[in-house]
């Protein structure tokens, strides 16, 4: 059975019990996947960016698991961009591309087929300023793929246009971990937006066709034309 290993921060990780509603994408992706033939394990955890990811020894803890044929979906941004917390921070035009490539030479090393997904937008990143909206680490995110031959989903991008296209209301109060009267939070997921953005991870696979399109499940394309 082919494994998809997920590396990335809170806005992927597979969450417990006690931190519902809260939901990560890569916990809701396993509603897309085709469940005879593949699985997902989720190395996401809370406030990781590429940098501390890999010091804190999870990048090897992935590599020991993989086997050849697997794949590796890596979602960073959100922590590399704290520049106040040297232990994360990666500057967009340097040390996060090389991170990104670190990430690549560990797949492929093993015969893997690594995937880089830009990170998700933030609920406000229309009224935030170009660091919010993670412009730099989603473009050098981008062009590290095209240099390495990585496939790249933009979620950014895609995240950004359907908030823009969505119910307002409905993407702050029931996609955003924003709770009337306990907690104001517009960046983490209740469970119907870690599904409505993992559907658009799917979808960026079923655009790159091929292998990627067939870790999906059978009926997705009678659910794209739904």
């Excluded at 806005?11 to 593949?38: C, E, H, M, S």
């Excluded at 990666?90 to 093993?110: G, I, Q």
């Excluded at 059978?218 to 034309?225: G, K, N, Y």
Aim: aromatic fraction near 12%; proline fraction near 4%; charge should be negative.
């Amino acid at each position: 059975m082919i494994t998809i290993y997920w590396a990335g921060d809170s806005t992927v990780k597979q969450n417990t019990i006690l931190t519902y509603p809260q939901t990560g994408i890569g916990q809701a992706f396993d509603r897309y996947i085709n469940r005879w033939n593949v699985r997902v394990e989720n190395h996401a955890e809370n406030g990781r960016s590429t940098k501390s990811f890999i010091d804190e020894g999870r990048l090897a803890m992935i590599y020991d698991r993989m086997t050849a044929g697997d794949y590796m979906f890596i979602q960073f941004g959100h922590n590399d961009e704290k520049i106040e917390d040297p232990a994360r921070y990666s500057d967009a035009e340097v040390e996060f591309c090389e991170n990104l490539e670190r990430f690549v030479n560990t797949a492929r090393n093993k015969k893997v087929k690594p995937v880089f997904i830009t990170p998700l937008a933030r609920r406000l990143f229309a009224e935030k300023d170009e660091t919010y909206r993670h412009t730099a680490w989603a473009e050098a995110m981008k062009r590290t793929g095209e240099r390495l031959n990585v496939p790249v989903i933009d979620l950014t991008a895609m995240s950004e246009q359907l908030i823009a296209q969505s119910d307002p209301e409905e993407v702050e109060w029931q996609w955003y971990m924003n709770i009337p009267g306990e907690k104001v939070d517009n960046t983490h997921l209740k469970p119907l937006g870690a599904v409505k953005f993992a559907g658009l991870i799917a979808k960026g696979l079923h655009e790159l066709g091929g292998e990627y399109a067939q870790l999906l499940c059978e009926d997705f394309d009678q659910w794209m034309e739904a």
